[in-house]
């Protein structure tokens, strides 16, 4: 349900349930956990690129699958899968020291949208298509959803894309901001395959601290940023990236860089 592979310093993560525009179950969880595992804790993992099988991204939960659903009269507590697998999932990506992207080749959906935006740069295929689709089933966004749209395209935007449950084409949410590039089917996974070795190539530790205070500028106030940087910058200029970065610089030379 899940492929993983790593080349080059890039771990590609694969969502491979294409019959039902991989959906989340209960054992793709578990298995985007483990890859998860390894982007975490494989030094020879730099870059994270996460993308779906077939023609769809993520269509969020599965329905037929979730043991939450209504049965036989009962009430669904579905804070608890939340709890278990979402939460920690987003938690897990938007902390994780290293970037991800995100190539969206379809439809993301529910929390599918959430998954794409917990990427660090997120490139989508002409033909993908965003749709915060939660309200159609009398539920609200989760998995970061309220949060992760409202800080991307605003308040008056993120309170359409929940309320209607319209589907927005990538070109709109590349117009919004809440995506960083559009490309052509045919040319997405080259371009995002691209990207990830670029990043792959670059000052891992630095990129890090690039996503942990941006992150924490939603809200933070000036000061509290002001001595995130500080501290966040000592670290960086304790890396011996940045000592080769500095060398390559005097030298007139392309940096080497070892994510060290």
Known sequence: ?????????????????????????EELHQQLSQAMNIA??????????????????????????????ISDGGIPDLSQSIERYYNPLIRRMTSLPKPIICAVNGVAAGAGVSLALAGDIVIASRTASFIQAFCRIGLMPDSGGSWFLPHKIGHARAMGMALLGDKISAEQALDWGMIWQVVEPEALADQSRQLAQRLAT?????????????????????????????????????????????????????????GK
Request: hydrophobic share 40%; glycine share 8%; aromatic share 6%.
């Open 1 to 25: 349900m899940v492929l993983t592979d790593i080349t080059a310093g890039v771990l590609s993560i694969t969502l491979n349930r294409p019959e039902c525009l991989n959906s989340f179950n």
């Open 40 to 69: 975490e804790q494989d030094e020879a993992v730099r870059c994270v690129l996460l993308t779906g099988a077939g023609r769809g991204f993520c269509a969020g939960q599965d329905l037929h699958d979730r043991n939450a659903i």
């Open 202 to 258: 670059q000052p891992t530790i630095a990129l890090g601290c690039i996503k942990q205070a941006t992150y924490a500028a939603a809200t933070h106030s000036l000061e509290q940023q002001l001595n995130l940087e500080r501290d966040l910058q000592r670290l960086c200029g304790h890396s011996e990236d940045f000592r080769e970065g500095v060398n390559a610089f005097i030298e007139k030379r392309q940096p080497a860089f070892k």
